[in-house]
């Protein structure tokens, strides 16, 4: 999952050496922290939260198969 969110992030900044994905795991859950640079949040968020919700759908859906929750968080 990290990766997918990494190679996700990293297509839609401008700069994706700032790009820093975390993943913290629990019983049924799996926590993914995504932090890019200042300048690149308005990309990764998108307009009313359209392209981070479009990341969660994406994540979520390949995390089905493993029957466990995903959790996008996009940290500053």
Avoid: C, F, H, W
Wanted: charged share 35%; proline share 1%; aromatic share 2%.
């Amino acid at each position: 999952m990290k990766e997918l969110v990494e190679v996700i992030a990293k297509s839609l900044v401008d700069y994706p050496e700032e790009v820093v994905v975390t993943e913290t795991e629990n019983d049924r859950s799996i926590v993914i922290e995504l932090r890019v640079a200042q300048a690149d949040m308005g990309k990764v968020i998108g307009k009313q939260g359209r392209i981070a919700k479009a990341i969660r759908a994406v994540v979520k859906a390949a995390a089905s198969k493993e029957d466990r929750k995903v959790i996008v968080e996009i940290v500053q």
